[in-house]
């Protein structure tokens, strides 16, 4: 792969989880502002697991101007949406029922269409291409903030350890039937997409991701899922964790001063 500068990723440790909510949704609010003020909209890819309680500090924040968002996923289980497991469950019961994003700019992944997973991917792949207009001149998406998870493992979106998508350079979204953590039948985001983000940030809170996040962070030559997420110059990465999930890393610490 060709090699790209890459900034550093910046640290940021919040006392609590409540803080850490009301920060994230500052740092959000002025990402779609930047991109709204610049482009007229804002493109946002979210996570499941944990990160969809995370965003209730946006619902009533003041800055946000709902009708320019454009939402997409980071990764899907191949349930339907209306599944306990679903991603798209998740972040509609904790946000996008309780503001006004206009429907058509949320783009679930909807195994109900599709079955099969190939296809399925494909299709997702395909919706990008038309929200981005085309595989553009950097050959991959743009988007102004993608939000993201890390299991206690170090997987990040559907990307586990060991598992043969590391490695895929040429696809926007990839299909896996294998994920080792429930249920194994996914549809993820592949490196190069997260990796042209304007803005990256993971969100991990709780001293269940204390040993993790310091194997990232201090050991990234240990190679696991999250440590690889490094965004291409002028991308900028970005970790919100709280005290609790901050307690074993020695990585230095960002005032973002948000
Ligand atoms: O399975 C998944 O897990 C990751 C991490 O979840 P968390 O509950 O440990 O935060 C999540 O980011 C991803 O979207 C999800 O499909």
């Not at 409540?18 to 482009?39: G, N, R, S, T, W």
């Not at 979106?157 to 350079?169: D, R």
């Not at 194994?184 to 809170?205: L, S």
Request: charged share 20%; glycine share 4%; net charge negative.
């Amino acid at each position: 792969m060709a090699h790209h500068p890459r900034h550093a990723p910046l640290l940021a440790v919040f006392p609590t989880q409540p803080v850490l909510i009301a920060e994230l949704a500052h740092f959000v609010a002025k990402a779609q502002k930047d991109a709204i003020d610049k482009k007229g909209r804002f493109t946002i890819a979210l996570s499941g697991g944990s990160l969809p309680a995370m965003l209730a500090g946006l619902v009533d924040h003041p800055h946000i101007k709902w009708h320019h968002w454009h939402v997409f996923y980071v990764d899907e289980r191949a349930v339907p949406l209306d599944h306990p497991d679903s991603n798209h469950r998740a972040c509609t019961e904790a946000l996008f029922a309780r503001v006004p994003i206009p429907a058509a700019q949320i783009h679930p992944i909807d195994v109900a269409q599709l079955g099969d997973l190939e296809e399925l991917a494909d299709a997702y792949e395909k919706t990008l291409i038309h929200a981005f207009a085309q595989k553009d001149a950097a050959r991959f998406p743009v988007f102004d903030l993608v939000l993201l998870g890390m299991g206690p493992d170090g997987h990040t979106a559907s990307l586990f350890p060991a598992h043969a998508l590391l490695a895929e350079e040429d696809r926007w979204v990839a299909p896996l039937a294998d994920a080792p953590k429930p249920p194994p039948e996914r549809i993820t985001f592949t490196y190069p997409v997260i990796n042209h983000a304007a803005r990256v940030v993971f969100v991990a809170t709780g001293a269940g991701k204390a040993d993790v996040l310091a194997r990232v962070l201090d050991h990234p030559e240990e190679g696991l899922p999250a440590a690889r997420v490094r965004p291409v110059a002028p991308g900028q990465l970005y970790w919100f964790v709280d005290e609790p999930a901050a307690a074993r890393t020695a990585y230095p610490r960002t005032d973002l001063k948000l």
